[in-house]
C-alpha cells in the first residue's frame, strides 16, 4: 500500500493538467474568454488573462484581473447541461457554507462559471513541521460533511459496481481479474451500505485546497456527491500521503474522539475501493478509453519508469503501468493478513 501510496501523492503534486475535455472548447473559436467577460459585464480590455495549469481538474481555467479584483473563469467539463448546472449548485452550496470560493456570475447554459479567486499561501510545508495540516485538514472535511447536502447521483461504491458489472470487459482488463475486483467490491461495499450518506467532495488532494489566513478552503466540485464519510477520510489520507501516525490523528480529530481499530478498518478497506475508482478514472485518459497493449497482463507494471518522478500520465504506458500497480496492490491486500483482520472488525 506504502507504494501505491506514494505514486499518488506524487501524481498529485506534479500539477499535470488532464485534458479530456479540453480540446472542445479550444477548437470552439466564439466560445473565447473574451467573450465570457463581455457576457458577464467586464470590459476585457481592462483585464488581464492568463490561464491556470497548476492543477489536475478536467475543467479550463483562467485568473482574470483588473484594477479591482481577480477573478477565476472555469470553463465547465462535464459532459452535459445537467451535469454542468449539478457542478454549479455543488460550487454555490460549498460557497454559501463557507469552505469554497464564492461565486460572481454563472452562464445561464451552464458553460462557465465566474469564482472568487483566492490566492493560496504556501505554508502547507509548515503546517506539516507544526502539526497543523492534520487539524485543519480534518475541519475542512468535517465542514463539508456536517454542510448542505450536494445533489446525489450514484456512490462511489455504485459507480465503481457499475464500472465493473458493464464497461471493464470491454476497456481491456482480463476477466479473472475483473471477477476478483467485482468479488472484492462485493465484499467491502456491503460494509458501507448502512453508512449515511453525507455532502461528500470525492476529490480532496493537496491541488484541490487552498490555504488562506490559515484557513482550508476546498475548489473543484466535479465529482461532489452524497456519499459514506469514508470515501473523502480515504481519498484525502491518501491524497495529502499521510503516514499511520498521521492517520491516527487525522481520525481522531474528525470523529472528536480517539479513533478506534473499526475507524482504521472501514478507513483501509475504502481505501481499497479508491483504488478501483482510480483505475476507473486512469482509464478515461487513455485513447480512446481502453487498454490496448501487446503485453501479458504480468508485465504490465514493467512499464513504469523507474523513478516514480518521471511518470508522464499523457503516456499511455505509463497510464497502463499504473493501472496494474493499483491492480497488484488490491490483489495483494486481499489476500493479506491485515485485510482479513479489518474486514473481521466491520463485519460485526
Known amino acids: 500500500m506504502k507504494k501505491i501510496k506514494t505514486l499518488f501523492f506524487l501524481f498529485f503534486l506534479s500539477g499535470i493538467v488532464l485534458i479530456l475535455y479540453k480540446k472542445y472548447y479550444q477548437s470552439n473559436a466564439q466560445f473565447t474568454i473574451e467573450n465570457i467577460l463581455k457576457e458577464a459585464g467586464f470590459d476585457a480590455k481592462k483585464c488581464t488573462i492568463s490561464e491556470l495549469t497548476d492543477g489536475i481538474s478536467h475543467a479550463q481555467l483562467f485568473l482574470v484581473k483588473n484594477n479591482q479584483a481577480s477573478f477565476v473563469v472555469r470553463l465547465l467539463a462535464q459532459d452535459s447541461y445537467e451535469n454542468n448546472a449539478r457542478e454549479i449548485e455543488c460550487i454555490e452550496i460549498a460557497s454559501k457554507a463557507g469552505y469554497g470560493p464564492k461565486i460572481h456570475f454563472q452562464d445561464k447554459n451552464k458553460r462557465f462559471v465566474i469564482i472568487e479567486y483566492i490566492e493560496s499561501q504556501n505554508i502547507i510545508p509548515d503546517l506539516q513541521t507544526s502539526g497543523k495540516l492534520i487539524s485543519y485538514l480534518a475541519t475542512l472535511i468535517k465542514k463539508i460533511h456536517t454542510g448542505p447536502k450536494f445533489p446525489t447521483v450514484e456512490t462511489t461504491c455504485e459507480q465503481v459496481g457499475k464500472f465493473l458489472k458493464n464497461d471493464s470487459k470491454d476497456q481491456g482488463i482480463p476477466n479473472d481479474v475483473i471477477e476478483t475486483l467485482l468479488t472484492i467490491k462485493n465484499k467491502i461495499c456491503v460494509l458501507f451500505a448502512n453508512d449515511p450518506l453525507v455532502p461528500s467532495h470525492r476529490d480532496v488532494h493537496l491541488k484541490n485546497v487552498l490555504c488562506k489566513d490559515e484557513i482550508f478552503y476546498a475548489i473543484d466540485y466535479e465529482t461532489a456527491n452524497q456519499d459514506t464519510c469514508f470515501v473523502d477520510l480515504a481519498v484525502s489520507t491518501q491524497g495529502f500521503g499521510l503516514t499511520n501516525d498521521e492517520e491516527n490523528k487525522f481520525l481522531s480529530i474528525y470523529f472528536g474522539r480517539t479513533r478506534t481499530d473499526f475507524d482504521q478498518a472501514k478507513l483501509y478497506l475504502m481505501k481499497q475501493i479508491i ?17 490496448s497493449i501487446d503485453l501479458p497482463f504480468n508485465d504490465w507494471e514493467k512499464l513504469l519508469p523507474a523513478n516514480p518522478q518521471d511518470i508522464n500520465l499523457r503516456d499511455p504506458k505509463h497510464i497502463i503501468g499504473m493501472i496494474a500497480q493499483c491492480l497488484k496492490t488490491i490483489i495483494e491486500n486481499y489476500n493479506s493478513e491485515t485485510f482479513k483482520q479489518a474486514y473481521e472488525k466491520v463485519y460485526v
Not at 483504488?275 to 487498454?291: A, F
Open 275 to 291: 483504488l478501483i475508482y482510480w483505475i476507473v478514472e486512469l482509464i478515461k485518459l487513455l485513447p480512446n478509453k481502453r487498454i
